[in-house]
């Protein structure tokens, strides 16, 4: 009864929320993790054009279901939608901001960096088989760390989330046993752990119990001060949960060749690539219902392509290369109008 | 007066049809009242049957795929979309039961301290400390828990608990290990300290209704403090204190905020009370915005209506319960 309220109350909170936003602003509603740099664009923007945005970060379910229902100019997703998806809703599909996924550990002695692990380890640990922190397979990759036998605790997320989805994408491609037993999705039926409310409850949780290991943004890892591990990438190199890493992962891969830029970045090929790295997507509809709503939405996204890239990394977010960005410019053409001409025009 | 009231009756009588007038008025002013009073009334059945159907309708898609087993099965997989809510239902009953296990007779203590044996001047402070209590937001107690208890719980307590009773049977499995610190007995613990002011302020004030003259004449005749309230006391005001554990026995069960927090939102059932657990509330609000596709979703409002069903047979047992004791007090 009490969640029925609940969602009684949000739906008519949310219901209020979109019918009250000003003729002129942009509606959007959808994933939760790229909610902050959304903020901060739109306010830089608003004082630039007068034109503000209202996005609900309501998570990437609700963002789909948000534009499906037509209730937004466009919807936010981080799990993207399949080429088939999107051709059976109409949509058209592009990312606009990555950010990378990073172990966060709590072992008492082991400082940020200290601790290497690769793929197979860290499915073995997320399926409940390696117990312990001096497990051999965890000290073949460490010599030379000291490991204590204590318990690991492995900390997940409770919610359904796009963080999930790319860490557990990252997990079935590198373990065959991960992938049969678990596989992929915003929220997996996990073997062992705790599970803790959104990026926040899973860095608390890490940070409040001993012997934990977790799962959060890059952000998240580095405000908290959490100690991260490094990573051993598909090519078999050791590498820090940096800017540079997260972007080498996006330079690897096929933006070109994949519909609605479908890609997983995550255990890309590439000497320098972090291997969980994730973008984040925006959902519009080719057909949309207001020519005029949906032009002013994409004058947003390419003014946030050409002048957000620096707010983007002040808040460690990685932006598009501009490899990408012609791609996505070409991929808006396919908005069009009744009279079949694209909505947004180059300058 | 008498001059007032017969001057009063001659005018009436003097003027009939001002008289029909008026107790015109009075009847349509008594029918709009109970037309309100019924309407209210009625409103609330309306809202019940449609919480009801909306939960059932909601729910039928989970009902059609998974049938009876829906309560027996123990997996919860987003993946392959096989949904069961066994470990809900044993995490909400499990903790509700820690909750009432130590919070029940902590608040009888603190409600027969207050009304029989604490000095006068030490009663407001107390009282109003829970009164403040009762106040605090769940999100709080949250909070509260996941930082502070249950860190102090992982550290100083669980490793005790766990070393104590390792070489006894049915304890060590009882307590088994590793201890994350947050996990079913926290939720029950958090849930103990919520339900206490609710359940101290309640049997507090049945406790206060019972008429002075029966104690005295239970202390005249020699009877020590605890057989006052063991004979006089409790027998006498059995109806307000069970209503008053099931009032905290309803919130232990919804609570929503504080539980999440702490109980580690696992959808498994293990023998252990300190292993990570989830409630029927705690899954609702963990998953309910992110939940994709049809099934998903018709799962967890499944889960909504067993809570629904929960709530409704403990109310319906408490009745039962008194309805028992009233008849044997009646023999």
Redesign the interface.
């Known amino acids: 009864?009490?969640?029925?309220s609940?969602?009684a109350a949000a739906s008519l909170a949310a219901v209020f929320t979109i019918s009250t936003a000003q003729a002129a602003d942009i509606s959007g509603a959808g994933a939760t993790f790229p909610y902050p740099i959304y903020a901060k664009w739109a306010d830089a923007y608003k004082k630039e054009t007068g034109i503000g945005l209202n996005y609900q970060s309501?998570?990437?379910?609700?963002g789909?279901k948000q534009i499906k229902a037509k209730t937004v100019t466009f919807g936010a997703t981080d799990a993207p939608l399949s080429g088939s998806e999107l051709d059976e809703a109409g949509l058209i599909q592009f990312p606009m901001v990555m950010g990378g996924i990073v172990p966060v550990i709590n072992v008492e002695g082991i400082a940020a960096g200290q601790v290497v692990l690769d793929g197979p380890t860290l499915a073995k640990i997320f399926l409940g088989e390696i117990t312990k922190w001096d497990d051999d397979a965890i000290k073949k990759l460490n010599s030379g760390v000291k490991l204590l036998s204590a318990?690991i605790?492995v900390v997940h997320r409770?919610?359904?989330?796009g963080t999930t989805y790319n860490f557990t994408d990252y997990l079935s491609k590198v373990s065959p046993a991960w992938k049969e037993k678990?596989?992929?999705?915003?929220?997996?039926?996990?073997p062992v752990?705790?599970?803790?409310?959104g990026n926040e409850?899973v860095a608390?949780?890490v940070a409040?119990?001993?012997?934990s290991i977790g799962y959060v943004e890059y952000a998240y890892a580095k405000q908290n001060k959490l100690t991260y591990a490094n990573m051993i990438n598909k090519d078999g190199k050791t590498v820090a949960p940096e800017m540079s890493a997260f972007q080498g992962a996006a330079d690897g891969a096929d933006w070109k060749g994949t519909p609605g830029f479908a890609v997983v970045l995550t255990d890309q090929a590439g000497a320098a690539a972090w291997p969980i790295t994730a973008a984040t997507f925006i959902l519009m509809y080719k057909e949309p219902a207001s020519i005029e709503d949906s032009a002013l939405a994409l004058k947003f996204f390419d003014w946030a392509y050409a002048k957000g890239g620096k707010m983007a990394e002040e808040l460690d977010y990685i932006p598009m290369p501009d490899s990408v960005v012609g791609l996505v410019h070409e991929e808006w053409k396919k908005i069009k109008d009744t009279a079949g001409k694209p909505v947004f025009a180059m300058n | 007066m008498d001059a007032a009231v017969a001057g009063r009756g001659i005018g009436l009588v003097h003027d009939q049809a001002k008289l029909a007038k008026t107790l015109r008025r009075f009847r349509t002013g008594d029918a709009i009242f109970k037309w309100f009073t019924l309407t209210s009334a009625v409103t609330v059945l309306v809202l019940l049957a449609g919480?009801m159907i909306?939960?059932l309708h909601g729910s039928l898609p989970a009902w059609r795929a998974f049938g009876f087993s829906f309560f027996t099965s123990e997996?919860?997989?987003?993946?392959?979309e096989k949904f069961g809510a066994l470990p809900a239902i044993y995490g909400t009953l499990l903790t509700s039961f820690i909750a009432m296990f130590i919070g029940v007779p902590i608040s009888l203590g603190i409600a027969i301290f207050l009304t029989e044996i604490s000095p006068e001047r030490l009663r407001r402070p107390i009282g109003i400390a829970i009164e403040l209590l009762a106040g605090i937001p769940s999100i709080i107690y949250g909070i509260w828990g996941?930082?502070i208890f249950?860190?102090w719980l992982?550290?100083h307590v669980q490793p005790l608990m766990i070393d104590t009773f390792a070489n006894i049977p049915v304890l060590n499995q009882l307590f088994a290990?590793?201890p994350?610190?947050?996990?079913m007995l926290t939720a029950g613990l958090i849930l103990a300290v919520m339900v206490l002011p609710l359940v101290t302020s309640i049997t507090r004030e049945v406790f206060d209704t019972v008429p002075p003259v029966l104690k005295e004449a239970a202390y005249g005749i020699g009877c020590t403090r605890w057989e006052v309230m063991r004979r006089v006391v409790i027998p006498y005001t059995r109806v307000g204190i069970i209503g008053g554990m099931m009032l905290g026995l309803g919130r232990a069960l919804?609570e929503?905020m504080a539980v999440?927090?702490v109980i580690?939102?696992?959808?498994r059932i293990v023998p252990s009370i300190l292993a990570?657990g989830?409630t029927i509330?705690?899954s609702?609000?963990?998953?309910?915005?992110?939940?994709?596709g049809e099934l998903y979703t018709s799962s967890l409002v499944a889960l909504?209506l067993i809570?629904?069903f929960i709530?409704f047979v403990v109310l319906a047992l408490a009745r039962f319960m008194l309805m028992r004791l009233e008849m044997k007090a009646g023999k």
């Open positions: 009864m009490r969640f029925m609940y969602a309501i998570g990437s379910g609700g789909i318990a605790a409770s919610d359904g989330s678990v596989g992929t999705e915003k929220a997996v039926e996990w752990g705790i599970g803790a409310k409850g608390n949780n409040q119990t001993k012997g | 919480v909306a939960l997996s919860w997989n987003p993946v392959t996941l930082f249950a860190p992982q550290v290990g590793p994350y610190g947050i996990g919804g929503t999440t927090f580690g939102n696992a959808h990570p989830t509330s705690a609702i609000a963990n998953e309910f915005t992110e939940a994709v909504g809570l629904f709530t």
